[in-house]
């Protein structure tokens, strides 16, 4: 079974509106990560959190982590066209750092 | 640097019929991970190896096998391949900075009919 699920599953956007998704997950993680994947593409690796880390920024990313609900938030501020994607969550668990378990992702649509 | 490559990129196999799928990297890092795709359910792990000569199963093992030829390559094998193994199959590894973000091939999708 999957580790991380996202909500909402599809999210359509404005333009220059923010778009906020979430990811809980099932046990203890190392850190959490957030992957982007254009249609047809690989994932491609957007930031990663750790389990002591409460938020992070990058560009027009922000994430939270709550290890208290299992929890994380991805938001894209800002949102231009080219951010259409689908978006996934991934959590290495503490029990092995070598497996990186994802979730079935949030399809992003930003009409123009 | 090309980073993670994957052959082929499209294959349409018969039931039963076997293959493998061709995986390389230049990072030179000592894991690689195959994974695989099927609509609405993200990426599922087939097989990891975290180090050269070391392989061990992910989530979805089944009706695969893998062989870690070396420290940049990792090969997959569909030995009898079944409908149910229709998907896009991804290879991974970690880059050059945390060894916890992965890189990932373009893809191979995979047809069994």
């Known amino acids: 079974s999957q580790q991380g699920e996202e909500d909402p599953q599809a999210l359509s956007i404005q333009e220059g509106e923010n778009a906020t998704m979430n990811c809980s997950y099932k046990t203890s993680i190392n850190n959490l990560q957030w992957y982007r994947q254009n249609s047809g593409r690989g994932l491609v690796h957007l930031i990663l959190?750790?389990?002591?880390?409460r938020e992070k920024h990058s560009g027009r990313l922000r994430v939270t982590l709550d290890t208290s609900k299992k929890s994380s938030s991805l938001l894209i501020t800002a949102s231009r066209a080219a951010d259409t994607a689908s978006y996934f969550c991934?959590?290495?668990?503490?029990?092995?750092?070598?497996?990186?378990?994802f979730g079935a992702g949030t399809t992003v649509t930003v009409r123009a | 640097n090309a980073g993670v490559t994957q052959t082929p990129k499209f294959q349409v196999l018969k039931t039963g019929q076997s293959m493998t799928l061709q995986c390389a990297q230049d990072?030179?890092?000592?894991?690689m991970y195959w994974y695989r795709q099927d609509p609405g359910m993200g990426l599922r792990l087939i097989y990891y190896s975290a180090s050269e000569g070391t392989t061990d199963k992910g989530e979805v093992p089944n009706g695969y096998n893998v062989s870690r030829l070396n420290k940049r390559e990792f090969s997959l094998r569909l030995e009898s391949a079944a409908p149910s193994q229709t998907s896009v199959y991804f290879c991974?590894?970690?880059?050059?900075?945390?060894?916890?973000?992965?890189?990932f091939g373009p893809g191979t999708r995979l047809t069994v009919t």
């Open positions: 991974a590894a970690p880059g050059t900075g945390s060894s916890y973000e992965q890189y």
């Open positions: 990072m030179n890092h000592n894991s």
């Open positions: 959190i750790r389990s002591n880390e």
């Open positions: 991934a959590t290495v668990p503490r029990s092995n750092d070598y497996k990186l378990s």
